[in-house]
Structure formats: structure tokens, C-alpha cells
């Protein structure tokens, strides 16, 4: 993955010159998400979504801040979030590999797998890597 600390110092700098631009918080978010540090990740992303107008920032935010409320325990947020993330933007399929591994955690295996197989049909695996495939094998097969 490379060095996430390093990167989110490269996108705060891109955002301090051009704070009209929330690309690079988005970035941000999900780079402090890799790093485990899901707190920091929430915030960022709700920066995003406070400040922006923007259907395509709003929805990786909300996806994004929805993976980190699943890692710090809280289902029912993250489910919120994910399902605004694929409301805003249904052709998305790292949101619906987020709300399958909700649905994983909450132990709704048929509903996860709906999820992974709409990740695939949208082309998952093509852009990240086997990931859904396996989750796949361990909980639909």
C-alpha cells in the first residue's frame, strides 16, 4: 500500500492550496483508514460531507466514514452511511463490499452476499483485487 502517513501529508498540502477542492480529504479519510486510525477517518470525512455540495465527494465520504463506524463497533451508523454512499452513488462497488462486511459482522449472510455479488457484477474485482471472491467462498458457498 505504499506510506499512507506520507501520503496524507502530500493530500493536506494539495488541500491547504485549494480548499475548494475535497478530493484530497476524501483521500485523506480513507488513508487514515488503512492506518486503523478510524476516529480520524470519521472526522475527515465528515468534513466532506458538511462542506460539499457534490453528489460524487459526498458518496465516497459517506462509504468511507461508513467502513470506519463498522470498525469501531458501531453497525447501525455504518449501515446508514453506506446505504447514503450507494443512495448518492449505486455504481460503486467498493460501498457494496462495505455493507456486505456489515452484514458479515451483524451475521446477515444472505444479505452480504447480495452485496458481494452486486461488488462483482460492478466490477469489484477488476479494479481491487480478489478480495469479494473470498469473502464469497468463506460465506455464500
Known sequence: MGKPAEAIQFLLKAFALDTTTLGPLISVSYQLGVMGDHSAAITYATRVIDKDPGVK?????????????MKLGDYKGAREDINKSIKLNPYNPYAYRNRALVYIELKKYKRACKDLDK??????????GNEVIELQNKYCR
Not at 458518496?59 to 467502513?67: E, K, P, T, V
Open 57 to 69: 465527494s459526498k458518496s465516497y465520504a459517506y462509504n468511507n466514514r461508513g467502513y470506519s463506524k
Open 119 to 128: 461488488a462483482l457484477e460492478l466490477g469489484f474485482t477488476v479494479r481491487y
